[in-house]
């Protein structure tokens, strides 16, 4: 069971990134995906969450009109699409598995990917 994150990258703000994450071992369609960030000295938090067994979406109202998270079935993961980045975007994004309490509690989670970095310039 894993998840790989990817997509990542520098970014002006203003700019776009789509970020994607690959899962194996599992499918995707059994669970609720979601996105957490972790900007250097800060605490990880939940960024967006999609959960399959019922469609629902959620955001933080940081990201909310910015971010648009997705689900696909066929390739078996979850995106991140993201515009109009700020640099307080800045942060590693992680892509977790589980959902099962409050979607944007970590210890909701079970499987954690690696992360991918993503850094916005102002």
């Known amino acids: 069971v894993q998840l790989v994150e990817s997509g990542g990258g520098l970014v002006q703000a203003g700019g776009s990134l789509k970020l994607s994450c690959a899962a194996s071992?599992?499918?995707?369609?059994?669970?609720?995906l979601a996105w957490f960030r972790q900007a250097p000295g800060k605490e990880r938090e939940g960024v967006s969450c999609?959960?399959?067994?019922?469609?629902?979406?959620y955001y933080a109202q940081s990201v909310k009109g910015r971010f648009t998270i997705s689900s696909d079935n066929v390739k078996n993961s979850a995106n991140l699409q993201m515009t109009n980045l700020q640099p307080d975007d800045t942060a590693i994004y992680y892509c977790?598995?589980?959902?099962?309490?409050?979607?944007?509690?970590?210890?909701?989670?079970?499987?954690w990917g690696r992360g991918t970095q993503v850094i916005v310039s102002s």
């Open positions: 071992g599992f499918s995707v369609g059994d669970y609720a």
């Open positions: 999609i959960n399959n067994r019922d469609g629902s979406t």
């Open positions: 977790a598995r589980g959902g099962w309490g409050a979607w944007h509690a970590s210890n909701s989670y079970d499987i």
